[in-house]
């Protein structure tokens, strides 16, 4: 796909965000294969809770690029997550954590 320096810095950049089949096909597969990975694990499979953080952020970006769909697929993320960080020693389910 091309784009002129105008459609850059167009207001309306829906053409510009579209995705084609090829990249939802990429984009699912990415996201279902953490998902697999993460519904699999037994325990928080990071050491830096940092790198659980640039997880979730990489996968809520993507998941918001297929709209409804990753809308189901950031739902399973979630769940998943939230099982994950309570494996996790003095987790403390009842306090709101920032990065989470």
Do not use: C
């Amino acid at each position: 796909m091309s784009y002129s320096q105008a459609d850059l810095f167009a207001q309306d950049d829906a053409e510009r965000n579209r995705l084609t089949e090829e990249q939802r096909v990429a984009i699912r597969a990415r996201l279902e294969a953490t998902l697999a990975r993460l519904e699999a694990a037994s325990h928080f499979p990071w050491r830096d809770p940092l790198d659980a953080v640039h997880e979730e952020n990489r996968f809520e970006r993507d998941a918001q690029r297929l709209s409804d769909e990753g809308a189901a697929l950031w739902a399973r993320f979630d769940k998943a997550m939230d099982r994950l960080y309570a494996t996790r020693p003095g987790f403390d389910t009842g306090t709101t954590d920032a990065a989470h």
